[in-house]
């Protein structure tokens, strides 16, 4: 049964940098793209960005400029990293698998973590 | 950007009835439309996608149907774990993936 898990520092700074890794168990990361989807409180979903197992990555046009995603296959684990964050970066962030390529949907999900910036 | 309207923004409905909800997309996405369930507290859960495929360990009362621009979720006979939040998110273009603002289902 695949499973993921965020882990991620609950509480960040404004401007400062938001760090969460998803780690995968019961699957291989190779051969499958990965995904961050991020919800604020009480609104609705917003995709980040993907990365493949080779490290190629695409992000949100709205957050290219402050995102950088990268992937571990010796730890199975893939990241986000959030840069100069605002209240408005305040979500659950989720990660997520793509069914498979060409149903670019969601089947497996992390049960998020949430993340709030505040000083 | 391909924007996804759904409606209504709430619906109430009792247990053992049917719920219609809808998506529409501001252009054509052929199929690329699928449907998330979302409950208080969990992630999102994939229900269908290619606008009326089930995923994986769906039930059967969930159904969809749709294409081009207007899309329906149909969950006939309500049990009470399906009160929750319904998502639609199109594909045509990917990336990005955009998703519509949802659909709260409650009980009446």
């Known amino acids: 049964q695949v499973q993921l898990q965020e882990s991620g520092p609950g509480l960040v700074k404004p401007s400062e940098t938001l760090s969460v890794t998803c780690t995968v168990s019961?699957?291989?990361?190779?051969?499958?793209?990965w995904v961050w989807i991020r919800q604020p409180p009480g609104k609705g979903l917003e995709w980040i960005g993907y990365i493949y197992d080779n490290g190629n990555t695409h992000y949100n046009p709205s957050l290219k400029s402050r995102v950088t995603m990268s992937v571990d296959t010796s730890e199975n684990q893939f990241s986000l990293r959030l840069s100069s964050v605002t209240a408005a970066d305040t979500a659950v962030y989720y990660c997520?698998?793509?069914?498979?390529?060409?149903?670019?949907?969601?089947?497996?999900w992390g049960q998020g973590t949430m993340v709030t910036v505040s000083s | 950007e391909i924007v996804m309207t759904q409606s209504p923004a709430t619906l109430s409905v009792s247990p053992g009835e049917r719920a219609t909800l809808s998506c529409r997309a501001s252009?054509?996405?052929?199929?690329?439309l699928a449907w998330y369930q979302q409950r208080p507290g969990q992630a999102p859960r994939l229900l269908i996608y290619?606008?009326?495929t089930r995923a994986t360990g769906i039930p059967a009362r969930f159904s969809g149907s749709g294409s081009g621009t207007e899309f329906t979720l149909t969950i006939s006979s309500l049990q009470s774990e399906d009160f929750a939040v319904y998502y639609c998110q199109h594909y045509n273009i990917w990336p990005p993936n955009t998703f519509g603002q949802g659909t709260k289902l409650e009980i009446k």
């Open positions: 997520s698998r793509l069914l498979n390529y060409g149903d670019y949907v969601y089947d497996i």
């Open positions: 290619r606008a009326s």
């Open positions: 252009q054509s996405i052929s199929s690329s």
């Open positions: 019961g699957d291989s990361i190779g051969s499958h793209f």
